[in-house]
């Protein structure tokens, strides 16, 4: 990390649910449709399948696995952890805000990892929505 990069404080997240303040921003919309014209077609798969399973009626969590099923990466799990870091550049080059999360490490909040399964926060998953996702 930078010495000269700024990020947000954890306490400016909308929620417990790690919501990042940007998503209720005027240009939110904006920056949601930025941040998808910047990923790849397997960052597109990946982030679509984790707004599709934010918004069903029980919120739903992918694993790796589950992940390269749908993506069909030929590196299969370690694929997968690429096609996120990959989406994780895009996020930054869109403009999006990081924050300091709880342990001092700088994250973007669009989605989330706990070291098993990704997902997405229904707040963000409903921008993308609205973005045209």
Do not use: C
């Amino acid at each position: 990390m930078s010495e000269t990069e700024e990020f947000t404080a954890a306490s400016e997240l909308l929620s417990g649910d790690r919501v990042p303040a940007w998503v209720t921003d005027p240009g939110a919309v904006h920056l949601a449709q930025k941040i998808w014209s910047n990923l790849s077609a397997a960052g597109q798969t990946a982030l679509g399948l984790l707004v599709d399973g934010a918004l069903e009626e029980r919120p739903k969590r992918f694993t790796p696995r589950e992940l390269v099923e749908h993506i069909d990466h030929p590196n299969g799990v370690s694929g997968v952890a690429g096609v996120f870091g990959s989406a994780g550049r895009a996020v930054k080059k869109a403009g999006a805000p990081r924050y300091l999360s709880d342990d001092g490490d700088p994250w973007h909040f669009v989605w989330d990892w706990d070291g098993t399964q990704y997902w997405m926060a229904p707040q963000v998953a409903a921008l993308f929505r609205e973005a045209g996702v």
